[in-house]
Structure formats: C-alpha cells, structure tokens
T-cell receptor, first 110, second 114 residues
Framework: SQQGEEDPQALSIQEGENATMNCSYK?????LQWYRQNSGRGLVHLILIRSNEREKHSGRLRVTLDTSKKSSSLLITASRAADTASYFC??????????FGTGTRLQVFP | EPEVTQTPSHQVTQMGQEVILRCVPISNHLYFYWYRQILGQKVEFLVS????????KSEIFDDQFSVERPDGSNFTLKIRSTKLEDSAMYFC????????????FGPGTRLTVL
C-alpha cells in the first residue's frame, strides 16, 4: 500500500503539553504534507517537507523526516484546546496525487 | 489570504440524478484536484487537472464522473447518475506554480444521495 500509516490513531493530552504524531510509509516519496481537519470541515495545509529536507518549523509546529526509516513526525508544542482535530500525513510519490493516511485524532483538554 | 471556495456546501439528491459540484481555485494556480472522503474514512484522490486536461484519475473516477474548467475561474465535478455510494464529502484543491507543491483545499461539498 502507498498510504502512510499514522500512529497513534488517537491521542488525548492536556493543554500546554506537547503532542507528537508519526507517519510511516513503505516506498520512497517526493514529499510529505501534513494537514489538519476539524470535525466535518475542510483540510488545512500545515507543512510540506521534501525528501531532501530533514526538519521544518512553522510556529508551534515542527516536522521531521527520516527517509532512511521512511517516517515523519509532527510535533505540536504547548498545545491548545483549539488544536483538537484530526491530523493527516499525505504522501506525494512521482505524480501530483496526495495519498492520505487514516489520521491521528488529537483531543486537547483545557 | 486567497482561498479555495466550493459551492454548494451541502447537496442532497436522488439516486440517478446528475449533480455538479463547483469550485473556484486560488487565482493564478495551475493545478486542480478533486478528492472525496466517505464518512469516517480517509481522503481519496479522484482526479487531477492541468492545462485543460486530466493529468491523472483514480479507479473511482469512472465514466460517471467528469471535470471541466468552463471559464478562467471555475472548476467543476459532474456526477452523471449518482449512486448511494457516491455520498461523501467532496474536496476541491489547487496548487500553484510548479507540480509537487502544497495543495490547498476548499471547505468541501457534502453530497447526500438518497
């Protein structure tokens, strides 16, 4: 299968804690993109990391990519209740189509 | 900040009817996409469109589906004869400049087929 596998499937934390989500895949990618989806809503693009990059930051988000292990992680620091959402990694191989995983459901309790 | 828009937000139709879902991609973007998400499932790629033609389509995108860019701003997905299993959230996305860039998604159209 070409899709990424997110881990964990669900994560519950308190506000202020850090949240880490992982995405593993099986074959070499061109890039990997992380998206957030609030319940029943659209997909919000968070970060794109290319296969020749190892780490990217955006505000409280930090994404790493380890191509040797074929895995990526998304770290949300100092989480807020508003971060409650599902988070997806989406892979790009050699065409434009995004291949989404099943996501991690993050619940942040105030 | 520019964004992708979609209309309608919710469409209810009878099985066998035709529906057209509309999208206005971010202006100056060149690559356009449709994805769908059946309730509780992952987001699935349907079709990509560039330079007024389909670049790639998935197995889901059979002869009942078609896409069109009728003018310089709209991008539409037509389902000719809807089935119950077409009920899903349909997302339009666009990407600018070069291929393999970030894809920006619209808020989606929830299609309910009765």
């Amino acid at each position: 299968s070409q899709q990424g596998e997110e881990d964990p499937q669900a994560l519950s934390i308190q506000e202020g804690e850090n949240a880490t989500m992982n995405c593993s895949y099986k074959t070499s990618i061109n890039n990997l993109q992380w998206y957030r989806q609030n319940s029943g809503r659209g997909l919000v693009h968070l970060i794109l990391i290319r296969s020749n990059e190892r780490e990217k930051h955006s505000g409280r988000l930090r994404v790493t990519l380890d191509t040797s292990k074929k895995s990526s992680s998304l770290l949300i620091t100092a989480s807020r209740a508003a971060d409650t959402a599902s988070y997806f990694c989406a892979l790009i191989y050699n065409t434009d189509k995004l291949i989404f995983g099943t996501g991690t459901r993050l619940q942040v309790f105030p | 900040e520019p964004e992708v828009t979609q209309t309608p937000s919710h469409q209810v139709t009878q099985m066998g009817q035709e529906v057209i879902l509309r999208c206005v991609p971010i202006s100056n973007h060149l690559y356009f996409y449709w994805y769908r998400q059946i309730l509780g499932q992952k987001v699935e790629f349907l079709v990509s469109f560039y330079n007024n033609e389909i670049s790639e389509k998935s197995e889901i995108f059979d002869d009942q589906f078609s896409v069109e860019r009728p003018d310089g701003s709209n991008f539409t997905l037509k389902i000719r004869s809807t089935k119950l299993e077409d009920s899903a959230m349909y997302f339009c996305a666009s990407s600018g400049g070069f291929s393999y860039n970030e894809q920006f998604f619209g808020p989606g159209t929830r299609l309910t087929v009765l």
